[in-house]
């Protein structure tokens, strides 16, 4: 299985939703970018998690097109999303909407905006 890791930042927090094929993993509300004090932070934590998973991770970066550019340095100046040896990002337009059933983790909102992300055709 593929595990995907769905990023959401904002004004007031950062949504990531990791997921394994159809089933949620982990959900978490994080401080929003701005509150980050270490530029490294978040590819940390993707390089961190994927050592856990033992596995190269897809994460889709769900932002607004004039946000793209080196948003949580997970892309370039240009908005293409960064690749490495743990993980590869994709960055995708926050409106895109679909839906597909899946085990869903309960308790921290619904995520479902997030989940959506996922489900759209890569482009590539």
Not at 16 to 25: M, Y
Not at 35 to 41: D, T
């Amino acid at each position: 299985m593929t595990y995907q890791v769905l990023i959401a930042p904002a004004t007031t927090r950062t949504r990531v939703l990791v997921t394994e094929g159809p089933d949620e993993l982990l959900r978490a509300v994080l401080p929003s970018p701005s509150q980050l004090q270490y530029e490294r932070a978040v590819i940390t934590f993707l390089e961190s998690l994927a050592l856990w998973l033992n596995a190269k991770l897809h994460v889709v970066l769900s932002v607004d097109a004039k946000e793209a550019g080196c948003c949580l340095g997970l892309t370039d100046e240009l908005g293409v999303g960064v690749r490495s040896l743990f993980f590869d990002v994709e960055v995708r337009d926050r409106q895109a909407r679909r839906r597909r059933p899946g085990r869903r983790i309960r308790g921290i909102g619904d995520f479902m905006d997030l989940r959506q992300l996922r489900l759209v055709p890569d482009e590539n």
